[in-house]
């Protein structure tokens, strides 16, 4: 699976909209890029995910770039609930294969 | 409640103890994974379950690390003479069989174990 880059951190103000960045470089054409974010104490949870038209669901939207090469996630009216670290993740659709977090961004979502 | 159950929640136990973890799987989900965290890291990957056979092992998973899925159900995690670079949170995880659609994993609460 592609290798991914993400800020350590980043602060939101509460109701502004949270942009989160990642680059991944080097994904291949059919790799899909997953969106996870771990609340304190409690197991990760799925977001989104997008191979290369923007997507967008409930709890938030992926904005995929042309060349793939990085997306945002958008988190579109932050509240303090969605203070968490925030994983970027790379793989391959249907794989069975294991998740390779990196270390991902702390959003703090401030009042 | 229909998600991945882990039990227990937290364990303390001295150095040299043995400890087994279970984790409950989301019902009609064939793929289990476990997962280790340590503190300000991201999960990292110790074993893949698919029904009752193990497919992947990762390096992490020591001699001391056993893990087993004997029906295809449930799954249980041991560690045996714990250490206390044991210390950490062990993530259980799940995903639906492929065909479905459905590729993401569901992450259980986590069991976090405290080797004294």
């Known amino acids: 699976d592609a290798k991914t880059t993400q800020p350590t951190s980043m602060d939101c103000a509460e109701g502004r909209a949270a942009n989160l960045p990642c680059n991944h470089s080097?994904?291949?054409?059919?790799?899909?890029v997953y969106w996870y974010r771990q609340i304190h104490s409690q197991g990760p949870q799925y977001i989104i995910h997008?191979?290369?038209n923007n997507e967008t669901n409930e709890m938030a939207s992926l904005i995929i770039t042309e060349d793939r090469k990085s997306s945002t996630l958008i988190l579109p009216h932050a509240t303090l609930r969605d203070t968490a670290v925030y994983y970027c993740?790379?793989?391959?659709?249907?794989?069975?294969?294991?998740?390779?977090f990196g270390s991902g961004t702390q959003l703090t979502v401030l009042p | 409640d229909t998600g991945v159950s882990q039990d227990p929640r937290h364990k303390i136990t001295k150095r040299g103890q043995n400890v087994t973890f279970r984790c409950d799987p989301i019902?009609?989900?064939?793929?289990l994974y476990w997962y280790r965290q340590t503190l300000g890291q991201g999960p990292e990957f110790l074993t893949y379950f698919q029904n009752e056979a193990q497919l992947e092992k990762s390096r992490l998973l020591s001699d001391r690390f056993s893990a087993e899925r004997p029906k295809g159900s449930f799954s249980t995690l041991e560690i045996q003479r714990t250490e206390q670079g044991d210390s950490a949170m062990y993530l259980c995880?799940?995903?639906?069989?492929?065909?479905?659609?459905?590729?993401?994993?569901?992450f259980g609460p986590g069991t976090r174990l405290t080797v004294l």
């Open positions: 019902s009609e989900h064939n793929r």
């Open positions: 993740i790379v793989r391959v659709a249907g794989s069975a294969r294991q998740l390779t």
């Open positions: 080097t994904i291949s054409g059919n790799e899909y």
């Open positions: 995880a799940s995903s639906p069989p492929s065909g479905t659609g459905v590729n993401e994993q569901f």
């Open positions: 997008g191979l290369k």
